[in-house]
């Protein structure tokens, strides 16, 4: 498949949502965002502009008004992404805004009322739907995960622990393109349960967060799907497809206002931040499509959707705006934002056979646990079959061929067990009856029997739990056509037919007004043809006017960028001097507060995780040998408190000096001028213990030289001069005696 081949653009929609009491209430301006619905246009009115100056218009895949129902966004714009996912393609669905413009609202919505229920709701049905109404040949298995990242940290929304938890690590693997290390996974069977599994995430969030508001406008909520579907395909074998559907709840887009803000405070700012700025990053360079670097690694999130953006998935956006005057600044802002996301180009594929399918392990499983079971099964059949005394040819190992064949086995199994305990039971009757046995063998008949009963049960329980372990996991892959309960009549399906009938059709009928429109304008000079020269001169003037009018939307368009650009950068400008003042305070104090060899150990310690993209410390001890520490005992401590001397320890056995009796410190003599040394020597020449309790064992002589010789041998080695005033002393000494 080539790239272009299959490229397709990101789909941007944008919805506004109804203005709110206060707004109402607030004054007569009335909403500043006109839409029309044919078109897919979304007009924007300045309020402070003179109404002269002609109004922004904006084109995307399709527009929502505010009496837009929930249903027609789901059928009209999601539906498509759905079933491409179901088909074993990656999706993505955003939701991108400013703050209280309906988020939350188009994705989740409200689960109660049917007409109020967002995307991710009509996503559970569809898939659901759709799986039990497929053919019986097929299997699926449908896995949720939920997570959100708040402060540049991921955290598993699932995890009982969640508020405890550390943080998760982003990886990257060439099969799935980055994921996150140790998240949960729920197998999920029915609506139910993985509406079970939102809600278990939903209040995770709402638990972490000390202010929820706050809380959930500033951190990002993404819900996973995972449906791997296998079928049999034409060779015969299973094939399997991986549809991953990311369902993205993103942070307020609105500045957050980083003014005067310093230290802690500042970095929370700019890590809040850093996400939704990195992921306009990411939006801008792929627009563009000249420049060759894309700053995924910039931030968490755009590392989780490198595939969504750019890369091998479908992606839908909705932007969402509020119709009130305040936020004009915002609402532009998110239509530029949305306007450039038009330009991204993907590249999704299907994913045939990844390594990484947990249906094909699960298949494997099953299997597996089945041919045990089947075996067992058989063995039983067999032993009764033999205890039936009817011939039995056939292998054991042999497979069963269609089901009521295995029930049969199953039944014969089970009377097996039965028929044996039974005969077990009446042969300990039998011997307790047998009045020529001696009591001893009696008891010890009675005792195989018991033995073998107990073999049974055991037997039997390990193919209770082997059975249930096996219902277990089967129980988790859906077939085609059958778990599910579909409700539905006939009729109810014809009407559902009907009404994505009508989404294509809006869906088409607005592709070719817009093909429309921007054709008239190409192909008008084209058919005119003029009569006369006032015809042609008030033609021209029309189209002049019309033209001109365009140019000035346009120049006021770039100039609007211009001051944007201006304005985000004296914004960084600004992060920046503050962060450089940070860095220069914080210099000052290393400079001046800490000793430099403290500094260099310190930043010896350092190191890059290229993965985490950020420096860390490495601990004090390398891991390996302080395990290895202090594991050993010395040699000199065996069979003692601590290490001990020669000489205590010959002190000790003899009981002589109170000293040693209790202690076992070394006995080091110190020596501490050099003529005391030439003394000693002498003096250990001639009478080698001077010791008065010591004399008369011959062992302990070798001690104390040997302790001594042990301190003594560093100091005639090191200081050559004592050896000279010694000699000298030596001499004086002779000379003196003489
Ligand atoms: P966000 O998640 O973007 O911060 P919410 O989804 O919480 O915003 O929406 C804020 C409020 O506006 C909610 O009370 C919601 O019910 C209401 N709202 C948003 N969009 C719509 C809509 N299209 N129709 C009706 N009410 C809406
Ligand atoms: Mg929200």
Redesign the pocket.
Known sequence: MSKNKSSESVKVVV?C??L?RKEESNGPSGGIVQMDLRLGQVILRNPRAPPSEPQKTFTFDAVYD?N?KQRDLYDESVRPLIDSVLAGFNGTIFAY?Q????????MQGAWLDPEKRGVIPNAFDHIFTHISRSQSDKQYLVRASYLEIYREEVRDLLDPNHGNARALELRESPETGVYVRDLTSCVCKSIKEIEEVMNVGNQARAVGATDMNEHS?RSHALFLITVECSQPGPDGRKHIRVGRLNLV?LA?SERQAKTGVQGERLKEAAKINLSLSALGNVISALADGRSGHVPYRDSKLTRLLQDSLGGNAKTVMVA?LGPSSQHYDETLTTLRYANRAKNIQNQPRVNEDPKDALLREFQREIARLRAQLNHRKWRSKQKKEQVDGEGWDRDGDEETEGEEEEEEVEKDAEEYVKLEEQRLEREKEAIREDQFLLAEEKQRLLGEKERMMGDLRKEQEATEQLTAKYKAMESKLLVGGKNIMDHTNEQQKMLEIKRHEIAEQTRNEREMQQQMLVQDEETLELRETFTSLQQEVEAKTKKLKKLYAKLQCIKAEIQDVNDEHVRSRQELEQTQNELTRELKFKYLIIENFIPPEEKNKIMNRLAFDPEEDQWKFQPLVPAESKSSQMKTRPASAVGYKRPISQYARVAIAMGAHSRYRAENIMFLELDMTPPNTATLDRSAEADPNQSPSMDNSPTKDKGIRKSRSWCQTPKSITSSSSNISLAACHTATSTAAQ
Do not use: L
Not at 99 to 106: E, H, L, R, V
């Open positions: 919805r949502r109804p709110n505010a837009s805004g703050t209280g413009t309906g988020k939350t609202y188009t406008s709840d307020g969402t």
